[in-house]
């Protein structure tokens, strides 16, 4: 089993930044990719960065320029540095991890959630 702890949320100006991080505790051997997904009230979640332990990353395309995530790999830790901040990015941010393969990703496990709120 793998635990996730996610901190860093709350509350900022539209135009601020915001630094998330995420550890994974318990057997993180048994992972390879870690990500932010977010959920905005009445939206359905949606990826918002993904990184596999070799340094692959995926954006999703509204956050691109803006959004940089980052792994260590030696603490089991992934971050997402929030830069130039918009009302839009209002939501849940939850951490996950999982598997990669030639075959696809499985997220199998996530983290509680922390807010984050961007006023205008």
């Known amino acids: 089993q793998v635990q996730l702890v996610e901190s860093g949320g709350g509350l900022v100006q539209a135009g601020g930044s915001l630094r998330l991080s995420c550890v994974a505790s318990?057997?993180?051997?048994?992972?390879?990719?870690m990500g932010w997904w977010r959920q905005a009230t009445g939206q359905q979640r949606e990826l918002v960065a993904l990184i596999t332990r070799g340094g692959r990353i995926t954006y999703a395309d509204s956050v691109k320029g803006r959004f940089t995530i980052s792994m260590d790999n030696a603490k089991n830790t992934v971050n997402l540095q929030m830069n130039s901040l918009k009302p839009e990015d209002t939501a849940v941010y939850s951490c996950?991890?999982?598997?990669?393969?030639?075959?696809?990703?499985?997220?199998?496990?996530w983290g509680k959630g922390t807010l984050v709120t961007v006023s205008s």
């Open positions: 996950a991890a999982g598997l990669a393969t030639p075959f696809g990703v499985s997220m199998d496990y």
């Open positions: 318990g057997n993180p051997v048994r992972i390879n990719v």
